[in-house]
Protein backbone atom coordinates (compact mmCIF):
# COMPACT_ATOMS: atom_id res chain seq x y z
CA UNK A 1 0.00 0.00 0.00
CA UNK A 2 1.35 3.40 -0.72
CA UNK A 3 2.01 6.35 1.36
CA UNK A 4 -1.15 8.24 0.20
CA UNK A 5 -3.34 5.34 0.33
CA UNK A 6 -2.45 4.79 3.77
CA UNK A 7 -3.47 8.53 4.74
CA UNK A 8 -6.78 7.96 2.97
CA UNK A 9 -9.05 6.21 5.62
CA UNK A 10 -12.37 7.67 4.26
CA UNK A 11 -13.75 10.08 1.33
CA UNK A 12 -14.97 13.18 2.18
CA UNK A 13 -16.27 15.64 -0.96
CA UNK A 14 -16.29 19.01 0.75
CA UNK A 15 -16.24 21.43 -2.34
CA UNK A 16 -19.89 21.21 -3.02
CA UNK A 17 -19.94 25.02 -3.77
CA UNK A 18 -17.80 24.23 -7.11
CA UNK A 19 -20.23 21.15 -8.01
CA UNK A 20 -22.18 18.73 -6.78
CA UNK A 21 -22.83 15.13 -8.38
CA UNK A 22 -25.93 14.03 -10.39
CA UNK A 23 -28.60 12.78 -8.29
CA UNK A 24 -29.49 9.26 -9.90
CA UNK A 25 -33.53 10.64 -10.30
CA UNK A 26 -31.70 13.20 -12.08
CA UNK A 27 -29.86 11.26 -14.41
CA UNK A 28 -32.71 8.72 -14.58
CA UNK A 29 -34.80 11.36 -16.02
CA UNK A 30 -32.30 12.73 -18.88
CA UNK A 31 -31.19 9.43 -19.97
CA UNK A 32 -34.07 8.75 -22.33
CA UNK A 33 -33.29 11.93 -23.73
CA UNK A 34 -29.68 10.70 -24.80
CA UNK A 35 -30.67 7.81 -26.72
CA UNK A 36 -34.70 6.79 -27.61
CA UNK A 37 -36.22 10.55 -27.34
CA UNK A 38 -32.85 11.80 -29.31
CA UNK A 39 -34.93 14.94 -31.43
CA UNK A 40 -34.37 18.09 -31.92
CA UNK A 41 -36.76 20.41 -30.54
CA UNK A 42 -37.12 22.99 -33.19
CA UNK A 43 -38.41 19.87 -35.55
CA UNK A 44 -41.88 19.78 -36.62
CA UNK A 45 -42.03 16.21 -36.16
CA UNK A 46 -43.17 13.78 -33.60
CA UNK A 47 -39.82 13.24 -32.09
CA UNK A 48 -38.95 17.14 -32.21
CA UNK A 49 -42.43 17.37 -30.48
CA UNK A 50 -41.65 15.56 -28.60
CA UNK A 51 -38.55 17.50 -27.15
CA UNK A 52 -39.97 20.61 -27.04
CA UNK A 53 -42.38 19.20 -24.73
CA UNK A 54 -39.73 18.17 -22.70
CA UNK A 55 -38.24 21.90 -22.87
CA UNK A 56 -41.59 23.64 -21.77
CA UNK A 57 -42.08 21.29 -18.70
CA UNK A 58 -38.73 22.34 -17.25
CA UNK A 59 -39.75 25.90 -17.62
CA UNK A 60 -43.29 24.67 -15.72
CA UNK A 61 -40.96 23.23 -13.11
CA UNK A 62 -38.63 26.10 -13.01
CA UNK A 63 -41.42 28.93 -12.89
CA UNK A 64 -43.26 26.74 -10.36
CA UNK A 65 -39.96 26.62 -7.82
CA UNK A 66 -38.75 29.89 -7.86
CA UNK A 67 -42.09 31.84 -8.88
CA UNK A 68 -40.71 33.49 -11.81
CA UNK A 69 -43.60 33.65 -14.37
CA UNK A 70 -41.31 35.65 -16.94
CA UNK A 71 -39.40 34.45 -19.98
CA UNK A 72 -36.47 31.43 -19.26
CA UNK A 73 -33.90 31.30 -21.63
CA UNK A 74 -31.97 28.35 -21.20
CA UNK A 75 -27.93 28.77 -21.61
CA UNK A 76 -24.96 26.43 -21.16
CA UNK A 77 -24.49 27.90 -17.65
CA UNK A 78 -24.07 30.48 -15.28
CA UNK A 79 -21.74 32.34 -16.67
CA UNK A 80 -23.22 32.44 -20.57
CA UNK A 81 -26.32 33.69 -18.56
CA UNK A 82 -24.49 36.48 -16.81
CA UNK A 83 -22.69 37.67 -19.93
CA UNK A 84 -26.10 37.33 -21.64
CA UNK A 85 -27.99 39.90 -18.70
CA UNK A 86 -24.59 42.33 -18.88
CA UNK A 87 -23.91 42.28 -22.30
CA UNK A 88 -26.99 41.97 -23.64
CA UNK A 89 -28.12 44.61 -21.34
CA UNK A 90 -25.10 47.13 -23.14
CA UNK A 91 -25.74 46.68 -26.13
CA UNK A 92 -29.48 46.97 -26.49
CA UNK A 93 -28.67 50.15 -25.11
CA UNK A 94 -26.63 50.75 -28.19
CA UNK A 95 -28.95 49.07 -30.45
CA UNK A 96 -31.68 51.54 -29.27
CA UNK A 97 -29.50 54.63 -30.09
CA UNK A 98 -27.78 55.47 -26.76
CA UNK A 99 -23.98 56.31 -26.84
CA UNK A 100 -21.81 54.11 -24.49
CA UNK A 101 -20.95 57.09 -21.90
CA UNK A 102 -25.02 56.69 -21.80
CA UNK A 103 -25.21 53.63 -20.31
CA UNK A 104 -23.82 52.31 -16.89
CA UNK A 105 -23.36 48.70 -15.19
CA UNK A 106 -23.53 48.82 -11.02
CA UNK A 107 -21.71 45.77 -9.67
CA UNK A 108 -20.96 44.79 -6.03
CA UNK A 109 -17.20 43.95 -6.09
CA UNK A 110 -16.89 40.76 -4.91
CA UNK A 111 -19.41 39.08 -7.68
CA UNK A 112 -18.58 36.13 -9.60
CA UNK A 113 -16.17 36.16 -12.44
CA UNK A 114 -18.53 35.42 -14.58
CA UNK A 115 -19.95 38.72 -13.50
CA UNK A 116 -17.15 40.79 -13.27
CA UNK A 117 -14.90 40.22 -16.30
CA UNK A 118 -18.19 40.64 -18.27
CA UNK A 119 -18.16 44.09 -17.08
CA UNK A 120 -14.32 44.52 -17.05
CA UNK A 121 -14.75 43.72 -21.11
CA UNK A 122 -17.70 46.90 -21.24
CA UNK A 123 -15.29 49.56 -19.66
CA UNK A 124 -12.59 48.56 -22.08
CA UNK A 125 -15.32 49.40 -24.93
CA UNK A 126 -16.58 52.78 -23.30
CA UNK A 127 -19.16 51.72 -21.18
CA UNK A 128 -19.12 52.64 -17.48
CA UNK A 129 -18.93 50.62 -14.84
CA UNK A 130 -19.39 51.23 -10.99
CA UNK A 131 -18.31 48.73 -8.52
CA UNK A 132 -19.96 48.69 -4.41
CA UNK A 133 -17.76 47.91 -1.85
CA UNK A 134 -18.57 45.46 1.17
CA UNK A 135 -18.16 45.11 4.43
CA UNK A 136 -16.11 43.04 6.40
CA UNK A 137 -18.28 40.12 6.19
CA UNK A 138 -18.76 40.62 2.44
CA UNK A 139 -22.33 42.02 2.44
CA UNK A 140 -22.61 44.89 -0.33
CA UNK A 141 -23.90 48.05 0.81
CA UNK A 142 -27.43 49.74 -0.04
CA UNK A 143 -26.59 53.24 0.79
CA UNK A 144 -23.42 52.83 -1.35
CA UNK A 145 -25.93 51.99 -4.08
CA UNK A 146 -28.25 54.73 -3.22
CA UNK A 147 -25.39 56.88 -3.58
CA UNK A 148 -24.20 55.71 -6.88
CA UNK A 149 -27.51 55.85 -8.05
CA UNK A 150 -28.56 58.96 -6.88
CA UNK A 151 -25.53 60.58 -9.00
CA UNK A 152 -25.97 59.14 -11.93
CA UNK A 153 -26.54 60.81 -15.08
CA UNK A 154 -26.51 57.97 -17.91
CA UNK A 155 -30.18 58.79 -19.62
CA UNK A 156 -29.61 55.09 -21.35
CA UNK A 157 -30.07 53.33 -18.31
CA UNK A 158 -28.66 51.59 -15.54
CA UNK A 159 -28.27 47.71 -15.01
CA UNK A 160 -27.55 46.25 -11.34
CA UNK A 161 -25.86 43.15 -10.44
CA UNK A 162 -25.36 41.93 -7.06
CA UNK A 163 -25.19 38.05 -6.44
CA UNK A 164 -27.79 36.86 -3.89
CA UNK A 165 -25.23 34.40 -1.99
CA UNK A 166 -21.32 34.66 -2.23
CA UNK A 167 -19.75 31.71 -3.96
CA UNK A 168 -16.59 31.94 -1.69
CA UNK A 169 -17.89 32.87 1.52
CA UNK A 170 -21.37 32.35 1.29
CA UNK A 171 -22.61 35.83 2.67
CA UNK A 172 -26.40 35.97 1.57
CA UNK A 173 -26.83 39.89 0.11
CA UNK A 174 -29.87 42.62 1.13
CA UNK A 175 -30.84 41.75 -2.48
CA UNK A 176 -34.51 43.10 -1.58
CA UNK A 177 -33.51 45.85 -0.30
CA UNK A 178 -31.29 46.83 -2.83
CA UNK A 179 -33.86 45.75 -5.60
CA UNK A 180 -36.44 48.39 -4.29
CA UNK A 181 -33.76 51.40 -4.05
CA UNK A 182 -32.56 50.44 -7.97
CA UNK A 183 -36.07 50.59 -8.77
CA UNK A 184 -36.95 54.16 -7.55
CA UNK A 185 -34.19 55.03 -9.58
CA UNK A 186 -35.45 53.20 -12.79
CA UNK A 187 -32.87 51.07 -12.49
CA UNK A 188 -33.00 47.32 -13.55
CA UNK A 189 -31.85 44.64 -11.67
CA UNK A 190 -29.81 41.40 -11.70
CA UNK A 191 -29.32 38.54 -9.72
CA UNK A 192 -26.74 35.76 -10.01
CA UNK A 193 -27.93 32.85 -7.78
CA UNK A 194 -26.32 29.95 -8.86
CA UNK A 195 -25.05 29.66 -5.06
CA UNK A 196 -28.22 30.20 -3.82
CA UNK A 197 -30.87 27.84 -5.58
CA UNK A 198 -31.91 24.84 -3.38
CA UNK A 199 -30.44 25.93 -0.51
CA UNK A 200 -32.06 29.25 1.12
CA UNK A 201 -35.90 30.13 -0.78
CA UNK A 202 -35.18 32.22 -3.84
CA UNK A 203 -38.65 33.34 -4.92
CA UNK A 204 -38.05 35.62 -7.93
CA UNK A 205 -41.57 37.32 -7.67
CA UNK A 206 -41.14 38.76 -3.99
CA UNK A 207 -37.73 39.92 -5.02
CA UNK A 208 -38.82 41.47 -8.21
CA UNK A 209 -35.48 40.92 -9.86
CA UNK A 210 -35.95 41.86 -13.64
CA UNK A 211 -33.16 39.07 -13.81
CA UNK A 212 -31.96 35.81 -12.30
CA UNK A 213 -29.41 33.64 -13.14
CA UNK A 214 -29.63 30.13 -12.50
CA UNK A 215 -27.20 27.19 -12.92
CA UNK A 216 -27.85 22.95 -12.61
CA UNK A 217 -24.53 21.54 -11.48
CA UNK A 218 -24.72 23.39 -8.11
CA UNK A 219 -27.54 21.79 -6.77
CA UNK A 220 -27.16 18.05 -7.75
CA UNK A 221 -27.76 18.67 -12.12
CA UNK A 222 -25.71 18.46 -14.35
CA UNK A 223 -23.05 20.55 -16.06
CA UNK A 224 -23.33 22.71 -19.04
CA UNK A 225 -26.92 24.10 -18.10
CA UNK A 226 -28.01 26.85 -16.77
CA UNK A 227 -31.26 29.57 -17.20
CA UNK A 228 -31.43 33.70 -17.47
CA UNK A 229 -34.69 34.33 -16.11
CA UNK A 230 -36.11 37.87 -17.82
CA UNK A 231 -38.52 39.44 -17.17
CA UNK A 232 -41.08 40.36 -19.81
CA UNK A 233 -40.53 43.87 -20.18
CA UNK A 234 -36.81 43.34 -20.43
CA UNK A 235 -35.12 44.29 -23.52
CA UNK A 236 -31.38 42.52 -24.10
CA UNK A 237 -29.49 41.74 -27.44
CA UNK A 238 -28.67 38.54 -27.84
CA UNK A 239 -24.62 37.86 -27.81
CA UNK A 240 -24.69 34.56 -30.00
CA UNK A 241 -26.34 34.47 -33.11
CA UNK A 242 -27.40 31.81 -35.63
CA UNK A 243 -30.99 30.35 -36.26
CA UNK A 244 -33.19 32.05 -33.09
CA UNK A 245 -33.35 29.78 -30.36
CA UNK A 246 -34.87 30.51 -26.94
CA UNK A 247 -36.72 33.71 -28.04
CA UNK A 248 -34.44 34.61 -30.39
CA UNK A 249 -32.16 35.31 -27.46
CA UNK A 250 -29.64 32.10 -27.48
CA UNK A 251 -29.23 30.47 -30.37
CA UNK A 252 -27.76 27.26 -30.69
CA UNK A 253 -29.97 23.74 -30.24
CA UNK A 254 -30.55 22.84 -27.00
CA UNK A 255 -28.90 20.76 -24.72
CA UNK A 256 -32.48 18.63 -24.12
CA UNK A 257 -30.71 15.79 -21.81
CA UNK A 258 -29.17 18.60 -19.50
CA UNK A 259 -32.35 20.97 -19.74
CA UNK A 260 -34.85 18.02 -18.25
CA UNK A 261 -31.99 17.61 -15.28
CA UNK A 262 -32.16 21.06 -14.67
CA UNK A 263 -36.15 21.07 -14.48
CA UNK A 264 -35.81 18.07 -12.41
CA UNK A 265 -33.29 19.83 -9.80
CA UNK A 266 -36.64 23.02 -9.77
CA UNK A 267 -38.62 20.33 -9.31
CA UNK A 268 -36.63 18.80 -5.97
CA UNK A 269 -35.83 22.57 -4.64
CA UNK A 270 -37.98 22.39 -1.74
CA UNK A 271 -36.95 19.03 -0.65
CA UNK A 272 -33.17 20.36 -1.16
CA UNK A 273 -33.90 23.41 1.17
CA UNK A 274 -35.42 21.56 3.91
CA UNK A 275 -32.21 19.06 3.86
CA UNK A 276 -29.83 22.44 3.74
CA UNK A 277 -31.95 24.48 6.48
CA UNK A 278 -31.77 20.82 8.19
CA UNK A 279 -29.65 18.70 8.78
CA UNK A 280 -26.60 20.07 6.51
CA UNK A 281 -26.73 23.44 8.78
CA UNK A 282 -26.18 21.23 11.74
CA UNK A 283 -23.12 19.91 10.42
CA UNK A 284 -22.00 22.88 9.26
CA UNK A 285 -22.04 24.64 12.32
CA UNK A 286 -21.05 21.36 13.77
CA UNK A 287 -18.08 21.86 11.48
CA UNK A 288 -17.34 25.65 11.67
CA UNK A 289 -17.16 25.16 15.64
CA UNK A 290 -14.63 22.05 15.82
CA UNK A 291 -13.05 24.53 13.04
CA UNK A 292 -11.98 27.83 15.19
CA UNK A 293 -10.77 25.34 18.08
CA UNK A 294 -7.86 25.13 16.38
CA UNK A 295 -5.81 28.25 17.66
CA UNK A 296 -5.19 31.30 15.16
CA UNK A 297 -8.35 30.70 12.98
CA UNK A 298 -11.13 33.12 12.19
CA UNK A 299 -14.03 32.61 10.44
CA UNK A 300 -15.01 34.73 7.28
CA UNK A 301 -18.35 36.01 5.67
CA UNK A 302 -21.00 36.98 7.76
CA UNK A 303 -21.76 34.56 11.22
CA UNK A 304 -25.48 34.55 10.36
CA UNK A 305 -26.38 35.92 7.08
CA UNK A 306 -24.89 32.84 4.68
CA UNK A 307 -25.61 29.77 2.93
CA UNK A 308 -26.55 26.69 5.28
CA UNK A 309 -23.58 24.77 4.30
CA UNK A 310 -20.45 26.93 3.68
CA UNK A 311 -17.55 27.18 6.07
CA UNK A 312 -14.88 29.93 5.06
CA UNK A 313 -11.96 29.94 7.59
CA UNK A 314 -8.40 31.74 7.62
CA UNK A 315 -5.77 29.74 8.98
CA UNK A 316 -3.02 31.70 9.99
CA UNK A 317 0.23 30.59 9.20
CA UNK A 318 -0.77 28.10 7.16
CA UNK A 319 -0.86 28.16 2.80
CA UNK A 320 -4.60 27.34 1.81
CA UNK A 321 -2.91 25.68 -1.16
CA UNK A 322 -0.57 23.25 0.86
CA UNK A 323 -3.43 22.98 2.93
CA UNK A 324 -5.83 21.85 0.06
CA UNK A 325 -2.96 19.15 -1.09
CA UNK A 326 -2.64 17.53 2.79
CA UNK A 327 -6.16 17.09 2.64
CA UNK A 328 -6.51 15.66 -0.28
CA UNK A 329 -3.81 12.85 0.39
CA UNK A 330 -6.56 12.22 3.64
CA UNK A 331 -8.93 11.85 0.63
CA UNK A 332 -10.57 15.41 1.92
CA UNK A 333 -11.23 17.50 -0.94
CA UNK A 334 -11.74 20.91 0.04
CA UNK A 335 -10.77 24.61 -2.16
CA UNK A 336 -9.40 27.96 -1.70
CA UNK A 337 -12.18 29.79 -3.27
CA UNK A 338 -13.84 29.74 -6.53
CA UNK A 339 -13.00 27.04 -8.62
CA UNK A 340 -13.04 28.73 -12.06
CA UNK A 341 -10.21 31.01 -11.07
CA UNK A 342 -7.97 28.37 -9.31
CA UNK A 343 -6.29 27.83 -12.12
CA UNK A 344 -5.46 31.58 -12.55
CA UNK A 345 -3.37 31.06 -8.93
CA UNK A 346 -4.46 34.71 -8.10
CA UNK A 347 -5.86 36.58 -4.74
CA UNK A 348 -9.49 36.11 -4.22
CA UNK A 349 -10.88 39.49 -4.91
CA UNK A 350 -13.82 38.55 -2.48
CA UNK A 351 -11.11 38.16 0.63
CA UNK A 352 -9.17 41.57 -0.72
CA UNK A 353 -12.65 43.72 -1.23
CA UNK A 354 -13.46 42.35 2.47
CA UNK A 355 -10.13 43.91 3.80
CA UNK A 356 -8.84 40.47 4.65
CA UNK A 357 -4.72 40.89 5.40
CA UNK A 358 -2.46 38.79 3.11
CA UNK A 359 -1.47 36.15 5.52
CA UNK A 360 -5.66 35.36 6.23
CA UNK A 361 -6.23 35.53 2.16
CA UNK A 362 -3.08 33.32 1.73
CA UNK A 363 -4.18 30.64 4.97
CA UNK A 364 -8.02 30.62 4.16
CA UNK A 365 -9.79 27.46 3.14
CA UNK A 366 -13.66 26.97 1.48
CA UNK A 367 -15.34 24.19 2.92
CA UNK A 368 -18.36 23.40 1.38
CA UNK A 369 -20.70 20.60 2.52
CA UNK A 370 -23.42 18.76 0.69
CA UNK A 371 -27.09 16.58 1.33
CA UNK A 372 -24.28 13.40 0.80
CA UNK A 373 -22.13 14.46 3.77
CA UNK A 374 -22.52 12.94 7.23
CA UNK A 375 -21.37 13.82 10.91
CA UNK A 376 -18.43 11.07 10.26
CA UNK A 377 -17.01 13.39 7.56
CA UNK A 378 -17.50 16.38 9.50
CA UNK A 379 -15.42 14.37 12.81
CA UNK A 380 -13.04 12.82 10.53
CA UNK A 381 -12.22 16.27 8.43
CA UNK A 382 -11.70 18.14 12.03
CA UNK A 383 -9.61 15.02 13.51
CA UNK A 384 -6.98 15.31 10.10
CA UNK A 385 -7.11 19.24 9.87
CA UNK A 386 -6.14 19.74 13.37
CA UNK A 387 -3.39 17.22 12.47
CA UNK A 388 -2.31 18.49 9.27
CA UNK A 389 -2.74 22.20 10.67
CA UNK A 390 -0.20 21.42 13.37
CA UNK A 391 2.72 19.83 10.84
CA UNK A 392 2.45 22.48 8.12
CA UNK A 393 2.74 25.06 11.13
CA UNK A 394 5.79 23.08 12.22
CA UNK A 395 7.58 24.36 9.08
CA UNK A 396 5.68 27.82 8.84
CA UNK A 397 7.82 30.56 8.65
CA UNK A 398 5.95 32.31 10.76
CA UNK A 399 7.26 31.43 14.00
CA UNK A 400 4.29 33.06 16.49
CA UNK A 401 1.92 30.32 15.04
CA UNK A 402 3.96 27.16 15.68
CA UNK A 403 2.82 25.24 18.57
Partial sequence: MGKEEGKRRRTVYLDNAATTPVLDEVLEEMLP??????GNPSSLHGIGRDAKTALDKARERISSALSIHDNIIF?????????LAIKGFAYRKLRDGFNRDDVMVVVSSIEHESVLEPCKALAREGFNVSYLPVDRYG???PESLEQTLSSSRHRGGVLVSVMLA??????????KEMVEIAHRYGALVHSDAAQAIGKVKVDAGALAVDMLTISAHKVYGPKGVGALCIGKDVRLEPILHGGGHEYGLRSGTQNVPGIVGLGKVAELVPRFIALYQGRVRQLRDRLIKGLLEIPYTRLNGHPEERLPNNAHISFLGVNGED???KLDEYGIAVSTGSACSTLKQKESHVLRAMGLSREEING????TLGIQNDEQDVDYTLEVMAMVVKELRRISPYSKYRL
Fill in 33 to 38: YMSSRY
Fill in 75 to 83: TSGATEANN
Fill in 139 to 141: MAK
Fill in 166 to 175: NNEVGTLQRL
Fill in 323 to 325: LII
Fill in 364 to 367: SLRL
